[in-house]
């Protein structure tokens, strides 16, 4: 049987293991997630150097999948139902916090909400590249949009929504 979904791979699986074999760790790092550095690095716009790349996290997530065969189960569809998940998830997280608590969590739970974003991550890139999307690109494009549909205020304005 023929799947009905065919995932447009950018890379095979022999040029994702050769391109995560260019990947070094990276020594300083003291998260819970572990971090990658490309030879190089993407300066963003508000001057914030990044160590890992979109490509290099669409690479090893390729990579994981790929050793595991779940490619099967990564339709829009069922990506799109994940990611929904794994928003309520971290929503879940500061359901009964007040707005000041939520701005200070104790370590266990930033670790928790930490946690909760990576996977968002990794599903919304798994779904931008299915459909050949690069999510930071749509991101600053729809803050353009957005700082056109909503000026700044002047000084005799007052801020609106």
Known sequence: MEKFYRRPYRYSKDEIFARNAEIEPKDNFSGSLHS????????????????????????RIEEFRVKRNWEQFHSPKNLAMALSVECAELLEIFQWMTPSQSFAPDPNT????????????IYL????????????????????ANERKYPAPTESQEPRK
Do not use: C
Request: glycine share 2%; no cysteine.
């Open 110 to 121: 930033r670790s928790h909400i930490e946690e909760e974003i990576a996977d968002v991550m």
């Open 36 to 59: 990658y550095q490309n030879k190089s690095t993407i300066t963003t716009t508000n001057t914030m150097t990044k160590t890992a790349t979109l490509e290099n996290l669409l690479s």
């Open 125 to 144: 890139s798994l779904l931008a590249s299915i459909f050949g999307i690069d999510p930071i690109e749509s991101a600053l494009e729809k803050m353009n």
